[in-house]
């Protein structure tokens, strides 16, 4: 769809400081930067940095982007009012904003009469002085303001008349846009859609009474769009699984700033996810949010973040996850191969992703054929190979293995079948010892392994804190000074199921190892009634694997 550069909305990115509120996420400066860097390439007009009162790291952030700036975005501080009966010119935490020397700042207010006398414990009267003051002293220090209306849409629900005195406080004190934030998350699309509509209308009708439709379009620093001066934004948590839905509806009533993070992280159920709503506003409501070159950076920028904060990226994530676009039904398959609209809402290369055609016990011949093409090996139905990879595959997945979480050892299988699988290295055999160390309580293992390369036998032997890690030490040892890339290779997942657990200590385990090299993760299978066994293969088979993608890399390089 065509973006019509009259839909201009303004995405306002808050994953460094609402984000990292999510359970189990921790980030450092270096990350933080990194983020921050990351979302600037990505287009996103506003990057809010974190609250540089509240703790040194943040402090360190917004000096450490002052030496090394943003090329297109304003970095954002955040900041809560000044306190009841003080005087905003003398708050510590305003200085501490000031200091971090930013065009914008966020300031978020009280929305709810429940929170200014439960909360804050003081009068509704004295909660729209500390909005206006800290709003007319940020703005007398050259700064530009956003106003988060913190618990908005509880606060309009419960009392209107006076959620709305505290946006007029905002509006004319010099905010230019007034953030409604559904901060419980509790709020449903049909009453965003009709609170939005209603305050547009009341705010236009405030300006008119305030003669505010005199004051002439304020020029953005950022592109040369003009926008009024005061704009309405959304905020929205996913408590409810609302979170996208609540931002869209706002938006076609009415709001044009939208506040997300990459990949929904934050507080308790997380806040709406900006891997979702971008493409949803430029895709199919055509609104313009970023370039569409940027556009196709979202499933790399995705994955990016959830590399840099060390969570495993979610695979069934809409529009970026790597199985956004996988099909595995033989009838999904065989449709797709000849229109990708018969199963596909987009096309998986808007978004940067690609279309992945899963392998398992359900799959039918046409999966094998298209996964080939995949890795550039042309087959048709009548190939004699084709339907002997087909009837290895079902058979091996009868026995325990699960290619469609280990497609590398699929692909390996399939060369195998072919004659193309290239043998890099033998293992002739391996030992592992282990030693319960009572005192300090920890499990040593030694691996010993014996690996033919080149027709020449090696014998290693290494440490690890575990059988597996032990045996993965030992073959990296054996095979580093013929093979040195592998020192790139990493393990970085490892699980095991018991298959049939009814036979108990005899019964069948599946292992399941990822391997990356920086840029690319791969996963492999093995199955054995010893779990050793099932690991060993698992483990070979993700060196084989790291191995066969770098020299196709440096073929292609090559050609």
Sequence with gaps: MTTNPSLQLWLYDTTLRDGTQREGLSVSIEDKLR???????????????????????????????????????????????????????????????????TRWVTIFGKSWDLHVTAGLKTSLEENLAMIGDTIEYLRSQGRRVIYDAEHWFDGYKQNPDYALQTLTAAMTSGAEWLVLCDTNGGTLPHEVTQIVKDVVTEIGNRELLTGNEEKALTQSPITNHQFPITKIGIHTHNDSEMAVANALAAVMAGATMVQGTINGYGERCGNANLCSLIPNLQLKLGYSCIGEHQLNQLTEASRFVSEVVNLAPDEHAPFVGRSAFAHKGGIHVSAVERNPLTYEHIQPELVGNQRRIVISEQSGLSNVLAKARTCGIELDKDHPQARQILQRMKELESQGYQFEAAEASFILLMYEALGRREQFFEVKGFQVHCDLVEV????????????????????????????????????????????????????????????????????????????????????????????????????????????????????????
């Design 35 to 101: 983020i921050a860097h990351k979302l600037d390439q990505l287009g996103i007009p506003f990057i809010e940095g974190g609250w540089p009162g509240a703790n040194p790291k943040d402090v360190q952030f917004f000096w450490e982007l002052q030496e090394n700036p943003l090329k297109q975005a304003e970095v954002v501080p955040f900041c809560s009012t000044r306190r009841p009966h003080a005087i905003a010119a003398d708050e510590p935490m305003l200085q501490a904003i000031l200091a971090a020397g």
């Design 440 to 559: 300090k309580e920890t499990t040593n293992s030694l691996a010993t392994v014996k690996v033919a390369v080149n027709g020449k036998n090696i014998l290693e032997v290494a440490e690890g804190n575990g059988p597996v890690a032990a045996l993965d030490a030992a073959l990296r040892k054996a095979l580093v000074n013929f093979y040195p890339q592998i020192a790139d290779f990493e393990l970085t997942d490892y699980k095991v199921r018991i298959l049939n657990g009814h036979t108990g200590t005899a019964a069948k385990t599946r292992a399941l190892v990822e391997s990356g090299n920086g840029q690319q993760r791969w996963t492999t299978v093995g199955v054995s009634t010893n779990i050793l066994e099932a690991s060993y293969q698992a483990v070979v088979e993700g060196l084989e694997y790291g191995l066969l993608l770098h020299f196709q890399a440096e073929k292609a390089l090559k050609v």
